[in-house]
T-cell receptor
């Protein structure tokens, strides 16, 4: 069964600290993996997208890693800011079908950054 | 700013009302999506339109009726909804078949409350 599991479910950190969010998946075949940030009551915004051949990708203070062998990804946030408080969703895309493949969403990690 | 525009941002309706949610994108994308998201849950796919044709209906009740008048517009017609249909409804678009890398652009969502 195609699944995406994220950990932890929720996380509280102090402003300025670093944190790492985890995503494990069993989606096969695999096309790509994307991390989204979703503020409460708003639509998800893409942070990074990684394909099979990519190990690391950065977007400002966000760095995503992908190990396609172990089917694990992580999202590392450095020097956290209050505005980083949000839900972070890992989304895995299966093999491209005629309309682009099925997207499997993780349950998300709720990050709260405190002053 | 998101390039997928959804209106209205908030909608309150009774169970006997008929209303519509609207979505618009001008990125030349050929695939458009409706998702439903309950609080603290990931988005759930409802419908996919590919080249203005309905390609996926995830067994959504007929009280939700999608419409794609042209490649830039996507509507969701609502009729005889139930209180449990209250949720954030997200519209998304992607480049389309053959060019889909899992790149989904989400709108800000329409917050629907059914009384």
């Amino acid at each position: 069964k195609n699944q995406v599991e994220q950990s932890p479910q929720s996380l509280i950190i102090l402003e300025g600290k670093n944190c790492t969010l985890q995503c494990n998946y069993t989606v096969s075949p695999f096309s790509n993996l994307r991390w989204y940030k979703q503020d409460t009551g708003r639509g998800p915004v893409s942070l990074t997208i990684m394909t099979f051949s990519e190990n690391t990708k950065s977007n400002g203070r966000y760095t995503a890693t992908l190990d396609a062998d172990t089917k694990q990804s992580s999202l590392h946030i450095t020097a956290s800011q209050l505005s980083d408080s949000a839900s972070y969703i890992c989304v895995v895309s299966g093999q491209i079908y005629n309309q682009g493949g099925k997207l499997i969403f993780g349950q998300g990690t709720e990050l709260s950054v405190k002053p | 700013d998101t390039e997928v525009t959804q209106t209205p941002k908030h909608l309150v309706m009774g169970m006997t009302n008929k209303k519509s949610l609207k979505c618009e994108q001008h990125m030349g994308h050929r695939a458009m999506y409706w998702y439903k998201q309950k609080a603290k849950k990931p988005p759930e796919l409802m419908f996919v339109y590919s080249y203005e044709k309905l390609s996926i209906n995830e067994s959504v009740p007929s009280r939700f009726s999608p419409e794609c008048p042209n490649s830039s517009l996507l509507n969701l017609h609502l009729h005889a909804l139930q209180p449990e249909d209250s949720a954030l409804y997200l519209c998304a678009s992607s480049p389309g078949p053959g060019r889909n890398t899992g790149e989904l652009f989400f709108g800000e969502g329409s917050r629907l409350t059914v009384l």
